[in-house]
């Protein structure tokens, strides 16, 4: 069984009275030729990864080599000891940890590509703080991370989840989609709402370019992962209030494939348009070749 779209999705755990996170095990036993079992054993292995990622991004000061970013968790973590953030705790941990994980990404540490390396903190920041501060259960992280797992594989039959491709919308944005649906299942969403909420994240943030200040993986690319982080939890709050998108999740995914086929090239990866010829850019540009050369 291959399911291509998202209402193929929700038909079958209607048909089988089946979750989400139950049918991603099952297609992911098959294709492996794993028990189920295993299957989880290796999901749990990522959350681990995801746990120490996160551990390691917010002890560590290391700069990158161009000196721009590698700090800014440990910032977050001790204006929060000095001032409560207005949104409260797990605000704090949301973004601090997306930050964390993207930070130890640029170090060339060991983070999990949910769905690509430049958007690996928003996964992991929302499912663990979250399940941190409501003491979800181990197997209710591993389902929500199954969840998130199969949202990502739909949307990439359609759309290659890659910035060359489809911009940034097809990295942080379809993080952001996975997010809202791990976190959906997390607190006991039905598969609507789960697909609701995904539909909500993505359909939010079409359009998003990637524009790589001097082509690296640091300047807009870590901050963004906080912001899509917290993106994604607005998305599931709206699907679990039961507020819908009234453009199916199926016709979401087709456009943001008509959007990246839409976009100049410029905007996508080639660090020749967007922020990175901003005059700023360029002079940071500059000084990367001299310390280079």
Known sequence: MTLLSFDELLATTIEKNLSISEIAQQEEALFLELSVGDVRSKTQENLIAMREAIQNGLKSTEKSVTNWCGDDAVKMTQRYKKQKALL???FEKITTYAIATAEENLRMGRIVACPTAGSCGIVPSVLIAVSEERNISEDKQIDALLTAGLIGLIISYK???AGAVAGCQAECGVAAAMAA????QMLDGTPQ???QATALALKNILGLTCDPVCGLVEV?????????AVHAVTASELALSGIESKIPLDEVVDTLKITGQLMSPLLKETSQGGLAKTKTAIELEKSLSKLKG
């Open 88 to 90: 409260g705790t797990l």
């Open 159 to 161: 759309v290659r989840l």
């Open 181 to 184: 649906a791990g976190l959906t």
């Open 193 to 195: 709402e789960i697909l």
């Open 220 to 228: 807009p690319c870590i901050k963004r992962n906080a912001f899509l």
